[in-house]
């Protein structure tokens, strides 16, 4: 399976936007990138994925790099309830499982 | 519209009891997939399902039994306990096994095993 680099932790302030990195630099062409995120005590969540092309969902924004080798997860205006650990994951066509690495832990100060 | 459904929430063992958690999805998903989360770690997978009838080991599948009756439900069992299984277990579901189907979580159960 691809892996995916994340940063162990990143921190913003309350009401400005977020950008949060994914390293997958041996992706292949038929990975899709996910990323879900969560909170404390609770199962992850869904929060988009695309293949290419760049995604735009009532929660976040997918950046995706021309050269697939990386994206980042854009949170427009971070609110304390944003606050969580952040997965940046691959999934192929044909179906591989999902590879869950440590994450990035979001801290949003009020 | 329930989504995914994990019982119990919290659940104490002692060595070598068994168990079996619940897990359902209302959603007509094929694949269904249940994982554990150790403290300060990310998730690993047990076992995973990709229709009724069909299971398959994941990365940590030792220790569990898993079948696949039906669509809706997938039960995680746990044939003898050990104080290793404490963790949270998360079950997931999704549409289909690939690459364009986003997991749907549970909100899992926590397991001590004493």
């Known amino acids: 399976d691809a892996k995916t680099t994340q940063p162990n932790s990143m921190e913003s302030n309350e009401e400005e936007p977020v950008h949060l990195p994914c390293n997958h630099s041996t992706i292949s062409g038929t990975d899709y990138i996910h990323w879900y995120r969560q909170l404390p005590s609770q199962g992850p969540e869904y929060v988009i994925h695309?293949?290419?092309s760049n995604v735009n969902n009532r929660m976040a924004s997918l950046a995706i790099a021309e050269d697939r080798k990386s994206s980042t997860l854009i949170l427009h205006r971070a609110t304390l309830r944003d606050a969580a650990v952040y997965y940046c994951?691959?999934?192929?066509?044909?179906?591989?499982?999902?590879?869950f690495g440590p994450g990035t832990r979001l801290s949003v100060l009020p | 519209n329930a989504g995914v459904t994990q019982t119990p929430k919290f659940q104490v063992l002692k060595t070598g009891q068994s168990m079996t958690l619940q897990c359902a999805q209302d959603?007509?998903?094929?694949?269904m997939s249940w994982y554990r989360q150790d403290p300060g770690m990310g998730l690993r997978l047990i076992h995973y399902s990709v229709g009724a009838g069909i299971t398959d080991q994941g990365e940590v599948p030792n220790g569990y039994n898993v079948s696949r009756s039906t669509t809706e439900d997938f039960p995680l069992r746990l044939l003898s306990a050990a104080p290793s299984q404490t963790s949270v277990y998360f079950c997931?579901?999704?549409?289909?096994?690939?690459?364009?189907?986003?997991?749907?979580f549970g909100n899992g159960t926590r397991l001590t095993v004493t």
């Open positions: 994951i691959l999934r192929d066509v044909v179906g591989q499982n999902f590879v």
């Open positions: 695309g293949l290419t």
């Open positions: 959603m007509n998903h094929e694949y």
């Open positions: 997931a579901s999704s549409y289909g096994q690939g690459g364009n189907s986003p997991l749907h």
